[in-house]
């Protein structure tokens, strides 16, 4: 008898105890878990209809590279120094432009700081909150993507990043990687980071070609960014001449940054990079992972409160990875020495063009 009536009380004891989530309501009628992340609601309304609109666009994608640029302002090394070593994800980067934005590797952040700022300001939120909320809510909008964590309560800071940071394309690869392990990153999750690519255009490494994209699906996150970077290099896009930083790229349109291409070939890298070409769940995975980590870079977690339930759920990106039409398996430069490259079949269609081929 006793045991009957446990087990039908259970289904009531699981919702209330073991799914504790979503229990306040707030003043718009939103359910999350934590009070203090009402205010979170109105700031994803607004950034969807007046920055985003719902889009996976250009302005997801200059809020995405923010998150980075924001973050990466962080050195153990110089803190060893007894430096300052900057505060990290602390949105040091909105507060201080005039300083930060000068720094050659944040050239064209601005555009996208001012159109943010004003939104921060408007929701009373601080300026670090602001950027990585935002990323992970544009995130939310590319078919494809995992459901970014959102912490909230970093501080305004008063201090700008110490400069050097932020590293470039034209770095040497083992730069780079040192100066990811002196933020706190491994190898593999700099490779992880970098899916951010997959959902990414420049408009300032060449600015004859602004806008191409560094895969041909732009609007997705997908592994075809892993894949494309793979392919070999034998085309200029737009003509005229590779800029620094840019290597050869394997379509018209497609722009190939040379840090892309070197971390895709190198023995410390490549294995990992293959690993996501056609694994999506696991570039997905791995992503969310090192976001996590790179959103809260300087910060302490403990004293942050979780509000992603505030993130909307992605949708799924039902895509195939392929070639793009035109290339075949022997374009691809397998650089993992322990796996083979797997076999994908090519996109049908004529020769893919990422973008209009200038006149
Ligand atoms: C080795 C490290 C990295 C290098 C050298 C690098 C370099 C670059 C460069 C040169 C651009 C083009 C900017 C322009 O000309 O407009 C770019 C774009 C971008 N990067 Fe990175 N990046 C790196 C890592 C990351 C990471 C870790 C993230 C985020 C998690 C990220 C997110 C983006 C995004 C989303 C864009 C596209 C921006 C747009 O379309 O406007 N990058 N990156
Ligand atoms: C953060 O600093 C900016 C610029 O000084 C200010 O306008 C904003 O109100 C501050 N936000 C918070 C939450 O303190």
């Known amino acids: 008898m006793l045991l009957k009536s446990l087990v ?40 969807q209809a007046n920055l985003f609109d719902n889009e996976c666009g250009e302005e997801v994608h200059e809020s995405l590279r923010l998150t980075f640029h924001d973050a990466i302002g962080f050195s153990k090394e110089l803190n060893r120094k007894g430096q300052f070593g900057g505060n990290g994800a602390d949105g040091s980067i909105m507060h201080f432009i005039d300083i930060e934005g000068a720094f050659p590797a944040n050239n064209g952040v601005d555009d ?6 004003p939104l921060a300001i408007k929701h009373g939120v ?12 544009g995130v939310s909008n590319c078919p494809g993507s995992p459901r970014l964590e959102f912490l909230a309560g970093r501080p305004n800071v008063t201090q700008p990043s110490p400069p050097d940071l932020v590293p470039e394309p034209s770095d040497p690869i083992d730069q780079i990687l040192k100066r990811f392990a002196d933020a706190g ?18 408009d300032h490494v060449n600015p004859n070609i602004a806008g191409s994209p560094f895969d041909s699906t732009p609007g997705l996150f997908d592994s075809q960014f892993f894949i494309e970077t793979l392919l070999v290099g034998d085309t200029i896009p737009g003509g005229g001449k590779l800029q620094v930083g840019e290597v050869r790229s394997p379509l018209e349109g497609e722009l190939r940054l040379q840090s892309d291409a070197r971390i895709a070939r190198h023995p410390g890298t490549a294995c990992e990079w293959q690993s996501f070409v056609d694994n999506h769940d696991r570039m997905a995975n791995a992503f969310r ?52 490259f797997p076999t994908l079949t090519a996109d049908s269609g004529p020769e893919t063009s990422v973008l ?4």
């Open 289 to 340: 992972a090192a976001m996590s980590k790179m959103a809260i870079l300087g910060q302490n977690r403990n004293k942050l409160v979780d509000c992603s339930d505030v993130i909307p759920v992605p949708a799924a990106n039902t895509k195939q990875p392929t070639l793009p039409a035109g290339k075949t398996m022997a374009d691809i430069e397998g650089s993992c020495k322990a796996t083979p």
């Open 8 to 47: 039908a009380t259970l289904p009531f004891f699981l919702a209330v105890y073991a799914n504790p989530l979503r229990r306040f309501v707030c003043n718009n009628g939103k359910r999350t878990a934590n009070a203090q992340c009402c205010v979170w609601f109105d700031v994803l309304d607004d950034l």
């Open 356 to 359: 209009p081929v200038p006149k």
């Open 112 to 117: 996208i700081v001012e159109l943010q700022r």
């Open 185 to 202: 990153f491994t190898p593999n999750e700099l490779v992880a980071l970098l899916a951010s690519h997959s959902i990414a255009a420049q």
């Open 126 to 137: 601080s300026f670090g909150d602001f950027i990585q909320f935002a990323g992970a809510v």
